[in-house]
C-alpha cells in the first residue's frame, strides 16, 4: 500500500516561492519513481516534474527554470520547490508516485490527496 501526503500549499503573490513536500509511506521508497501534477480549474491534469528512481529529473518546458523536484530517499520524500510564480500557476498540485519512471510522467499508480497552490496578481 502506497500512501502519499502532500503539504505547504498555500497562498502567496506573483514572483513568490512556495515549496510543497510530499511524504510517501512505502516499504522501499528508493525504488519508486516520484512526480508533482497540477490541475488549474476547468482543465485537465497536467504533468509538472518527476523524478526518477536514478534521482534523474523531468520537467514540462514551461516550468524549467522555475521549479525544481528533488527527493529524500532517507526521509521518503519528494519536494517541488517553485519560484517565482505566477498566477497561472494556480491549481491543486498532486504528488504522484509509480515503479516507473515513464508511467508516473504520464499515468502514475499511486496519487496524493492534493495540496491548493493560490498565486495571487
Known amino acids: 500500500q502506497v500512501q502519499l501526503v502532500e503539504s505547504g500549499g498555500g497562498l502567496v503573490q506573483a514572483g513568490g516561492s512556495l515549496r510543497l513536500s510530499c511524504a510517501a509511506s512505502v516499504r522501499t521508497f528508493s525504488t519508486y519513481a516520484m512526480g508533482w501534477f497540477r490541475q488549474a480549474p476547468g482543465k485537465e491534469r497536467e504533468f509538472v516534474a518527476a523524478?526518477?528512481?536514478?534521482?534523474?529529473?523531468y520537467y514540462t518546458d514551461s516550468m524549467k527554470g522555475r521549479f525544481t523536484i528533488s527527493r529524500d530517499n532517507a526521509k521518503d520524500t519528494v519536494d517541488l520547490q517553485m519560484n517565482n510564480l505566477k498566477p497561472e500557476d494556480t491549481a491543486v498540485y498532486y504528488c504522484?508516485?509509480?515503479?516507473?519512471?515513464?508511467?508516473?510522467?504520464?499515468?502514475?499508480?499511486?496519487w496524493g490527496q492534493g495540496t491548493q497552490v493560490t498565486v495571487s496578481s
Open positions: 504522484a508516485a509509480s515503479s516507473s519512471t515513464l508511467d508516473v510522467r504520464s499515468a502514475p499508480q499511486h
Open positions: 523524478c526518477g528512481r536514478s534521482g534523474m529529473t
